[in-house]
């Protein structure tokens, strides 16, 4: 399916063991396309190997990379031992998924959960209640996702970071069922559009959308949002929440730094859950690419 966005020009789509694997085709250097799929969170077997190598080389990619999405921090189970990868190295052309995320502890009970929280935080999730405001999940229509698409627009562009197309959140909520599209209403108006994923194992906060006008900064609707969406990931027994992405525990001056602050002060677990690992299918422009980027950083 074709896709045009800020990002990715195609995306394609098709299912390993019962998990959906998106491959994104985006711009690389020199002329050339480099696949990648993000948040895999299967285990990968030579099936899936010869799968990604197979589409890389009838896309003639300069190559396929994959960054995993793994709690349990393994590629393969002790007794999957032969089923081991043989052409995908354990390596990155540029990395997407922070290896590091904060995660929520689902087993605990909510006052346990409220009490690891930063006190300011409990605080406005309190705040936003006592201002009516209130959590909805939205049906997956095309004119909600629209709207979302359109409040997301406005978020990128005051915040300064990439956003994809509105076919792309479109595909997103309808390929994968467990997504869903959440709400808040402040005063009769829809406020922020934010998306998740929940199932029995884990619920993932991926995107959102807010408005950010001083009529709303101060009603602490986000929030009461993620204490909403924690809520619902634990009444269907998942067992971990997870925020997505945090700076790594050593950076300084990250780009995710405001963002990892606000995560960390819902939940003080921090864990690595991502590797990643590419198979390159043009090896001497890959490595030529490779040395101008290197040339390039010690320029500059």
Known sequence: MLIKSNQSIKVISFKHNEIDVFVE????????YGLFVL??????????????ISIC???KALFIQIETLDY????LDE??????????KKWYYKKFITPYTAVIDLEQ????????????W????????????EVRIAEKTDENIKKFYELMRETTLRDKFNWNTFEYY????EKIKSSKLLLTYFNDKVIAWWIFTFDSNISIYYYWASSWNSEYRNIMSPYLLQWEAIKYAKSIWSKIYDFLWIASPWEINSPLEWVTDFKLKFTKWIVNVSDSYIYVNKKLKYNLIELLKKIKKKVK
């Not at 409990?122 to 405001?133: D, G, P, Q, S, T």
């Open 39 to 52: 948040g895999f969170e299967g285990k990968i077997n030579k099936n899936l190997e010869k799968k990604l």
């Open 122 to 133: 409990r605080y406005n999730i309190k705040l936003a209640e006592k201002k009516w405001v």
């Open 170 to 173: 479109k595909i997103f909520l």
């Open 25 to 32: 085709k985006r711009k690389v250097a020199m002329w050339e």
């Open 72 to 75: 349990q921090n393994v590629i």
């Open 57 to 59: 080389k009838e896309e």
């Open 109 to 120: 009970t909510e006052e346990e959960i409220l009490k690891e929280m930063k006190p300011k």
């Open 79 to 88: 007794n999957e031992e032969k089923e081991k990868v043989e052409y995908l």
